[in-house]
């Protein structure tokens, strides 16, 4: 066999894996060891373990685990609902109203987790029901839960940011500046729809009655449940758009400030430290592992010459610069329709971020644009995450089709975004380049 058919061969192998439903930290590091034994021989095993060993010697890779576990003590401690009740009181009035405070509370919930999973569950749990017992259309419901819990995937401090940063090395803080301006694009954007379909529709979501809305009074004391959450918020956020601290740090401080206010409000427990700690353990495992098989993959794919194949590829495709972005970004989003977005971030990212930089496009810009396309990864039919988050905590007569269906508006609105951002750069780049003048 031709020596430049050894890098296509590793892909198709590592499908076929995944095919078979074969988790995919195993299909990676599976076809690395296999390939590498039968090739080099038993001594090129080195290479799997020094890469193995790269992927997880970073410091920053400790803000993930920290991370993920600040948004398991707020889910557990009920910050959501409060967050949730808040905004359900002050935009009850407002034809659309439930819709537009779950995707606010969604942005929010972002900006204190990071963790989709989080999102979306919360969201599922708390505001599916309201907008369902209003007399909202259930698949505009559905819909917005999902559009909504993804947010975080943008909004600071997203995990999958960390991991981008981590794998391509771009500034974190930056990608942090320029998510936190695509998230707020795209609520916006959610939010405008919503708005839209209830004038143009009333049925589809409608206002509360006005002996459901709250008093002035109860609004004003709703949001005593917020401030903590800004707080949290403007302190770890800030603390890395400012330099003041590494993503780690923040990490470590918004870990602690989640303990801080689940003890003030008085619902923190030994059971419920103990159970984020387990559930923490099992997510970053996982995504552990994945780096891992992840960074054996790379290494040997780009011994076998696959870097250079691609990168050559890319250099003579016609169309120039713009189709190779495009053609990477279509292929994004049908890995994303098969695999979690952080197995997308340790797969594609190394070998497609490298040559588009070659070509001229801003690294950040880029880490932007592919961590919005990630975003629809979560909402894209038949495997998208979200879609199977949703299903969990849905009622018993909503099926998985409708879900599909209910999906479909919000990744419209995403490719709206992913299309002005193409067009309109500074859309994500001018907080960037205000604040940290990137």
Same mark, same amino acid.
């Given at each position: &066999?031709?020596?430049?058919?050894?890098?296509?061969?590793?892909?198709?192998?590592? =499908? $076929?894996?995944?095919?078979?439903?074969?988790?995919? !930290?195993?299909?990676?590091?599976?076809?690395?060891?296999?390939?590498?034994?039968?090739?080099?021989?038993?001594?090129?095993?080195?290479?799997? $373990?020094?890469?193995?060993?790269?992927? &997880?010697?970073?410091?920053?890779?400790?803000?993930?685990?920290?991370?993920?576990? &600040?948004?398991?003590?707020?889910?557990? /401690?009920?910050?959501?609902?409060?967050?949730?009740?808040?905004?359900?009181?002050?935009?009850?009035?407002?034809?659309?109203?439930?819709?537009?405070?779950?995707?606010?509370?969604? !942005?929010?919930?972002?900006?204190?987790?990071?963790?989709?999973?989080?999102?979306?569950?919360?969201?599922?749990?708390?505001?599916?029901?309201?907008?369902?017992?209003?007399?909202?259309?259930?698949? +505009?419901?559905?819909?917005?839960? +999902?559009?909504?819990?993804?947010?975080?995937?943008?909004?600071?401090?997203?995990?999958?940011?960390?991991?981008?940063?981590?794998?391509?090395?771009?500034?974190?803080?930056?990608?942090?500046?320029?998510?936190?301006?695509?998230?707020?694009?795209?609520?916006?954007?959610?939010?405008?729809?919503?708005?839209?379909?209830?004038?143009?529709?009333?049925?589809?979501?409608?206002?509360?009655?006005?002996?459901?809305?709250?008093?002035?009074?109860?609004?004003?004391?709703? +949001?005593?449940?917020? =401030? =903590?959450?800004?707080?949290?918020?403007?302190?770890?956020?800030?603390?890395?758009?400012?330099?003041?601290?590494?993503?780690?740090?923040?990490?470590?401080?918004?870990?602690?400030?989640?303990?801080?206010?689940?003890?003030?409000?008085?619902?923190?427990?030994?059971?419920?430290?103990?159970?984020?700690?387990?559930?923490?353990?099992?997510?970053?495992?996982?995504?552990?592992? /994945? &780096?891992?098989?992840?960074?054996? =993959?790379?290494? $040997?794919?780009?011994?076998?010459?696959?870097?250079?194949?691609?990168?050559?590829?890319?250099?003579?495709?016609?169309?120039?610069?713009?189709?190779?972005?495009?053609?990477?970004?279509?292929?994004?989003?049908?890995?994303?329709?098969?695999?979690?977005?952080?197995?997308?971030?340790?797969?594609?990212?190394?070998?497609?971020?490298?040559?588009?930089?070659?070509?001229?496009?801003?690294?950040?810009?880029?880490?932007?644009?592919?961590?919005?396309?990630?975003?629809?990864?979560?909402?894209?039919?038949?495997?998208?995450?979200?879609?199977?988050?949703?299903?969990?905590? /849905?009622?018993?007569?909503?099926?998985?089709?409708?879900?599909?269906?209910?999906?479909?508006?919000?990744?419209?609105?995403?490719?709206?975004?992913?299309?002005?951002?193409?067009?309109?750069?500074?859309?994500?780049?001018?907080?960037?380049?205000?604040? +940290?003048?990137?």
């Amino acid at each position: &066999m031709a020596r430049e058919l050894y890098p296509l061969l590793m892909f198709a192998t590592l =499908f $076929v894996l995944l095919a078979g439903g074969v988790p995919i !930290a195993f299909s990676l590091t599976a076809v690395s060891i296999g390939f590498a034994y039968v090739l080099w021989g038993p001594g090129a095993l080195n290479i799997v $373990v020094s890469a193995a060993w790269g992927s &997880m010697n970073n410091f920053v890779i400790i803000a993930v685990p920290l991370f993920i576990y &600040m948004a398991y003590i707020l889910q557990k /401690t009920n910050v959501v609902e409060d967050l949730y009740s808040a905004f359900f009181k002050w935009s009850g009035g407002l034809r659309g109203g439930l819709a537009v405070a779950t995707v606010v509370v969604g !942005a929010v919930l972002g900006a204190v987790s990071g963790v989709v999973a989080a999102g979306v569950i919360g969201l599922g749990l708390i505001g599916l029901p309201q907008m369902l017992k209003h007399g909202y259309n259930r698949r +505009m419901a559905l819909g917005c839960v +999902m559009g909504a819990g993804t947010l975080g995937q943008l909004i600071p401090p997203s995990t999958n940011m960390v991991l981008y940063g981590c794998v391509t090395g771009v500034s974190i803080g930056g990608l942090f500046a320029g998510g936190l301006s695509a998230g707020i694009f795209l609520a916006v954007l959610y939010i405008g729809y919503v708005l839209v379909r209830g004038l143009l529709n009333p049925d589809f979501c409608p206002s509360l009655p006005r002996d459901e809305r709250a008093t002035w009074k109860e609004k004003l004391i709703s +949001m005593k449940s917020v =401030f =903590f959450p800004g707080l949290l918020i403007m302190v770890v956020l800030g603390s890395i758009l400012l330099g003041v601290a590494t993503p780690t740090e923040a990490a470590a401080f918004g870990a602690a400030g989640a303990l801080l206010i689940g003890l003030l409000k008085g619902r923190l427990t030994w059971e419920i430290v103990y159970t984020s700690c387990f559930e923490t353990l099992g997510v970053s495992a996982m995504v552990g592992w /994945t &780096m891992i098989g992840a960074g054996a =993959f790379g290494s $040997v794919f780009s011994g076998l010459g696959g870097n250079t194949l691609i990168t050559n590829i890319a250099m003579n495709m016609p169309g120039g610069p713009n189709m190779v972005f495009l053609v990477s970004a279509l292929f994004i989003f049908i890995l994303g329709m098969f695999l979690e977005p952080g197995a997308i971030i340790f797969l594609a990212v190394p070998i497609i971020a490298p040559i588009l930089s070659k070509l001229g496009f801003d690294p950040l810009w880029v880490g932007l644009a592919f961590n919005v396309l990630l975003q629809t990864a979560y909402l894209s039919p038949p495997f998208g995450f979200s879609l199977f988050y949703l299903k969990g905590c /849905t009622p018993p007569d909503v099926d998985i089709v409708e879900i599909y269906k209910a999906s479909v508006p919000f990744i419209l609105l995403q490719v709206v975004c992913i299309t002005s951002i193409f067009l309109f750069p500074d859309i994500v780049m001018w907080l960037p380049r205000y604040i +940290m003048g990137m």
